[in-house]
């Protein structure tokens, strides 16, 4: 089970016996695990006690991610699991919800029936009752849920999103099971959520859908069209986890660079930075899900001008091959990425690089691929993650012509993280010596001799990772707190250090 273990007890009255337990398990991504701590801390205000052990749990919920087939699969064998529990052991109900409700909603129901209910990620607050407890919070009002008004649904929309919905991107209409209406809420700074992450780190969502026409991509049609998080919400809310002990923010949305603009704010995501950075006690402040185009100079001149915004840029590209990028319809290609990559060193000649791309879209050439891998070498990005293509039925790519042999997409994305290889060698023998800040995280996965952690240049989960093996002036160190540390080693991915302050 990917139990989530949860790290801020929450303050629930009533007496522990008649609290329902609740075991939960979270799949996909840092959005969809955001989603879940706003259930959990939705489910434990009603009263239940949140528990990472299912065999005891008096109700089981699985929010699954519908990204690509990998995913589902993994959604549903983790689904099945939870029936057997319910079959076999304590649980009383199986709740489902996520991504994967808002494609098979029906499906789901009727080809496991031991799901008693299903909850898609525009209804959060229904998990309440679909766990059995109480109704739903009111929609309006003191809601802790930003439902928007019709007042405010006709101004919250990009122009971007209208003209794709008029275009047909987010209609659901070819899927079986699964309901017309679009998500469509947002959480607030009130919203209960009980963090799952690092005491000293949390990820906040600032945004959620998207409107871009990414020809291999489903989210808009699971996730609705985009549209922001209040300016002053975001804020309070961070305000709020640094009294909690969060020194660590990481912004997330299916992009990020788009923050405000259906508000009309230009450079939105420069000004919320801006803003964030000044908070006292935020100590690390980062963007994931950049969009290539959106890199804009205000942004770089904000990242660069405070010292708490990490030196850090995730830019998915998806690919460099102009032909491809314009099947994928996202437009660019390596010269216009190399432009934008020259100008964020230029910018920041520290900043870390991030991306990831799809090996084996549709139509993909050798030409195409062997032009990727050559773009790979010139940029140089620290971290690179490959994404063997899906072919997601619902989505524009689906119905393209020139589909790439599994056996061809396996290997090219192989050849390319073969390439990453070398170059992400290279880079980090180039830290030995540095000495830098190190968010220690506990003790290693793979050994209890060493600890580790994360310097600027790794974000939450996904990089590569600082270990530990001389703790220098100190007997012992803390999960969650900052030290002093010089490289003395590297290995492919990983660095080695020793504490020094
Ligand atoms: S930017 Fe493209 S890939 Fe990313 S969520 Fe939006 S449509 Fe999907």
Redesign the pocket.
Known sequence: MNSLEVNAAPTIPGPEVSRPRIGFASLGCPKNLVDSEVMMGLLAEAGATITSDAETADVLVVNTCSFIDKAKQESVDTILEMAQHKTAGRAQRLVVAGCMVERYRDEIQKNIPEVDAVVGTGELQQILTAAGLASPRPAAGNSPFRILTVAEAAVAHRAEGDHREKQGRFSRESWDGAIASLPNYLYNEHTPRLRTTARSSAYVKIAEG?D???G??I??QLRGKFRSRRFESVVAEVERLVTEGVQEVTLIG??TTCYGEDFGMKDGLAQLLDRLARIDGVRWLRFL?A?PNRVTPTLLETMARHENICKYLDV?L?HAAPNVLKRMK?GGGADIFLKMIERVRAAMPEITLRTSFIAGFPGETQADFDLLMDFVREARFNWLGVFEYSDEEGSAAYALDGKVSRRTIGARQRKLMRNQLQISRKACATQVDSVMDVLVEGESEETPLLWQGRSAMHAPEIDGKILINDLGPYASVQAGKFYRCEITDAHDYDLIARVVA
Do not use: L
């Open positions: 998207c871009h026409p990414c291999f991509c989210i808009p299916q992009d899900y969009y998915p998806q996202r």
